[in-house]
């Protein structure tokens, strides 16, 4: 079952040994940048850290630090496997949508703030990293419509704390809030916003995955959950909100442009210096006992992966897999997105690279994409290198493809722009073979039974 919020959610981890609490008093720097990577490294559990020095906040951080949880929170059991997951995303797209239903009463406007009484800085928002230029909300559901009709978009953008009533908003421009903002910058007009934090805990994930355009996140939720989702109209926008959401801010995105950035970035590093939109929050709504909750961003596989691969990864293969049935797995090593492996049962030399450009094509893999062969795991880092180590020839098999849209590749140029590439890391076909085939040595069967066997005398016990 997916909670309906996130005081449910919390309960349901707790229930399932996914929850620690942190009583002690901790500091929003360094404790809770520090406490988020150690979590997201270890797949531990989510922490609800309860006294944050200067504030009488609740704050979370690392409740998406693991597959188990990301199961959780499409309302599968935390054993659930990668097929599951992804099946479950899948199984959405075909009941989309499942429209949400409009409420006139809600948790979130058990308090609202207006105009002067917008201050940013009483909430208990952390710098992450240690060189991120300003506080950051991260784990947000910004709501933008499209000028032109009724689509509703509901995406996961980061926002730099400028003042106690602006922030920065970062969007490529590929990305679909990014779409809504120049269409109403063309008019000459702002573009109302909303940013929801906290509530279901699946409609973050939907709000970080690739959802085709046009269509209504909230409605495609609910195609999760399998009944509505439930909003309610913001007090100051034109605006669906979620009912349960613990924050909303409400206002408008609009000239001048700021300078936002630097911030830690799921490639690992640091990421530009944008000029991007000021975000002015006109009113603030939010739940009694509000609950912060952030997540952790930066090297390695950190939370927005453990949220959205998978899902990501299913949109893709229900993409790609129409097209190309020799696709057998899609995964993604880190850094997501940067470095996308397809494992496939070939049958001609042609495949690897049609495959390869359709995949760099779609939504999801934005700049590397190595192809590989059935006997290679795709989420094995050691076996993909391998396989490019012994099955590719640079000259034959590295594929060079300029001007690919990133925004976040931190060797991009002025304008935005990467230069994508594919790795052909395949067995070679006839008629005509590239080179040799490599094979795997693969260890004996009882190898396993001595490796048992060496552990127990390794930890004190008779071989």
Known sequence: MIAWDLREWLDQLEKENELLRIKEELNLEPDIGAIGKAVCDLQGPGILAENIAGYKIKLCIGLSASFKRTAMALGLAKEANF?????????????????????????????????????????????????????????????????????????????????????????GYFQHAATHYFKARRRGQPLEMAISYGGAPHIPIVSGSPIPQGWNEFDFAGALR????????????????????????????????????????????????????????????????????????GRGRTETDYMTDLPTISSMEQELKAR?????EIAFLTPKWMNCVVQGKWTHQAQPVKVMTACLAARGAYKMVTIVDEDVDPWNADEVFWAISTRCQADKDVYILPGFPVGLDPSQSHEELTCAFGINATKPLGPYPRHRVAQYVTPRKETSYWKDRIKKSMQGGKA
């Open 226 to 297: 399998g009944e509505p989702e439930e909003l309610v109209m913001a007090e100051t926008v034109n605006l669906p909100v979620p009912a349960t959401a613990e924050l909303v801010l409400e206002g408008v995105l609009k000239e001048p442009a700021v300078f936002e950035g630097p911030f830690g970035e799921f490639p690992g590093s640091y990421s530009n210096t944008f000029m991007t939109p000021v975000f002015e929050v006109k009113a603030i709504t939010f739940r009694n006992d509000l609950i912060m909750d952030h997540l952790y961003i």
């Open 324 to 328: 190309y049935p020799e696709i057998t």
């Open 83 to 171: 097929g599951e997951i992804k099946g479950k995303w899948r199984n959405a797209f075909d009941k989309y949508p499942v429209k949400a239903r409009i409420v006139k009463d809600a948790p979130c406007k058990e308090n609202i703030v207006y105009g002067e009484e917008v201050n940013l800085f009483q909430y208990p928002v952390p710098r992450i990293n240690i060189n991120d230029a300003s506080f950051y909300l991260t784990k947000t559901m910004c709501i933008t419509k499209d000028p032109d009709s009724d689509w509703v978009n509901v995406g996961m953008y980061r926002a730099m704390i400028l003042d106690r009533n602006k922030t920065g908003f970062k969007a």
